[in-house]
């Protein structure tokens, strides 16, 4: 099959690209390697998915006639749209950034796969739409209707874009709601990535709501491998659905969404803890309030998920979190 990712230079699209071509199918990958974080490592991650059948083009998906051109030439089967404007803190400090990319940028990819009619469109949602939720675990049937971000309510926006395009052009589309991902070649602007470069540099970390967080942490090795499943999995009509029965997260038109993530969430000290005896290192703590934009607890009910495609999360957060340091003191040489 021929595949388009977007965000190709990512923590996850790289990732992505590297197993499609492993798994012999041809792969067009998009990205506009800017300067959200270090471009080094974006650049070296590319280095690293080099393969005969990928193809990197350089573009920003907010370019509404660059992006009908391409769909237009490479004609894909499958479209796993990655590219966004990450990050919870800096969509308080740049707003207008998630506009171009979370919205314009995402509206230019379902036109592309109407235009020419790609047969499935997976696109990456977050598990930041749950917002004020208090209920745990978070099930895709729960109201995603109190984002406490911009960035969660461009995703949320996401989903309902896509289901408009499923309902009025029968595009089948798959949103994912990922639930903090990590591991090697991850995102400097995330925690792990953080805490591990400022314990071995003997800075202080901070340490959000005095340590009482929960997050769902999962390994990208099984993000990746849900992605892949889920590709196969392509929704369909279902004429028998409706509003008043059926669960938000499915459909009449051809529209499904999912958790991913790894359905078991450890308390933030426990994963500080897990960093410190990998490093060898105790790390000097700051503790402090609850910041702007974050939630109390994220944790997945991949029920749904599993019973569409048998994904279960593998890797163990002491697992993990080993390879993400053993990666990152090579990649770093600390």
Known sequence: MKYLVTGVAGFIGSAVVDRLTD??????????INDY????LKLARLERIKHANFKLIKI?????DIIAKLF??????CVIHLAAQAGVRYSIENPHAYADSN???????????RQTKVKHLIYASSSSVYGLNRKTPFTINDSVD???SLYAATKKSNELMAHSYSHLYDIPTTGLRFFTVYGSWGRPDMAPFIFTKKILNGEVIDINNNGDMWRDFTHVNDIVEGIIRIADVIPTRDASWTVEDGSPATSSAPYAIYNIGHGS?????EFVQAIENELGIKAEKNFREMQLGDVYQTYADVGDLFEATGYKAQV???????????WYREFYGK
């Open 37 to 40: 974080y270090d471009v080094n």
């Open 103 to 113: 919205l314009i940028g995402h509206l230019n990819v379902l036109e592309g796969c």
């Open 316 to 326: 163990s957060v002491e697992d993990g979190v080993a390879e993400f340091i053993g």
């Open 60 to 64: 920003d998906i907010s370019d509404r």
């Open 23 to 32: 798994n012999g199918h041809i792969v067009v990958g998009i990205d506009n």
């Open 146 to 148: 109190h984002p406490v």
């Open 265 to 269: 969430p450890i308390n933030l000290m």
């Open 72 to 77: 237009e030439e490479e004609q894909f089967d």
